[in-house]
C-alpha cells in the first residue's frame, strides 16, 4: 500500500537560516512526489512535484526538494528561511495509474515555524 | 481566473440536518475531488470524478453524495450530518486523473455539526 511519512509535526527554524522538512514515502512503481503550503484558514498551493529526471526539483517561494530513491525520501528545504514561511506543509505522493486507486496519498503535515 | 471555488466557507449544521457544499472550476479539468481535513490525519478522499456523469468512491465515502452533471460543478451533499463530519472540506481539480498531474485546490469549507 502507498503510504507517506512526515516524522516531524513541526520544525523551528531562525529566521535567515536553512530549512529542511522531510518526507519518506513508499509506493509500488515509480513515485510522483508532491509538496503543498497551507497558509492558517486557506486551501492548499501546489509548491513542486517529482516526476521524473532532475533529482533535484525548483519550486515556488524559493523552495527546492530532493528526490531520493535509494532512502525513499523527498525532502522540501529552503536555504533561507523567511517568518512568512511559516505555514503548514504536505507532502504526497501517488504512483503508476490503477483503475479505481488512483488518488494522491497525503503526509499528516509539517507545522513550520519561523521566528524572527 | 478563478481556479477551484468552494461555498460556503463557514457553516454551522445541527445533527440530522442536510446540505450541499458547491464547488466549481474553470480550468476545464476532467477530473474532481473531494478531500476532508482532520487534525493529526492529513487529507483523506471522500469521492472523485474522472468527467461529467461519472463518479466514485474514495477512502471515507459514507454519509457523503457527490454528482457530475457538467465539467465544471462537483457538488458535495451531507445525506444526514454528523458530529463526525465535523471537518474541513477541500475541493479540488486536475486536468485528467493521471497521476503525474498537479491538483489544484479550493480554499476550503468548514464545517461544523453540533
Sequence with gaps: AQSVAQP????NVAEGNPLTVKCTYSVSGNPYLFWYVQYPNRGLQFLLKYITGDNLVKGSYGFEAE????????????PSALVSDSALYFC????AWVYNTDKLIFGTGTRLQVFP | NAGVTQTPKFQVLKTGQSMTL?????MNHEYMSWYRQDPGM????????????????GEVPNGYNVSRSTTE?????????????TSVY???SSYSREPGNTIYFGEGSWLTVV
Design chain 2, 73 to 85: 460543478d462537483f457538488p458535495l451533499r451531507l445525506l444526514s450530518a454528523a458530529p463526525s463530519q
Design chain 1, 67 to 78: 528526490f531520493n530513491k535509494s532512502q525513499t525520501s523527498f525532502h522540501l528545504k529552503k
Design chain 1, 92 to 95: 504526497a505522493v501517488s504512483s
Design chain 2, 22 to 26: 458547491q464547488c466549481a472550476q474553470d
Design chain 2, 90 to 92: 477541500f475541493c479540488a
Design chain 1, 8 to 11: 516531524e509535526d513541526q520544525v
Design chain 2, 42 to 57: 492529513g487529507l483523506r478522499l471522500i469521492h472523485y470524478s474522472v468527467g461529467a456523469g461519472i463518479t466514485d468512491q
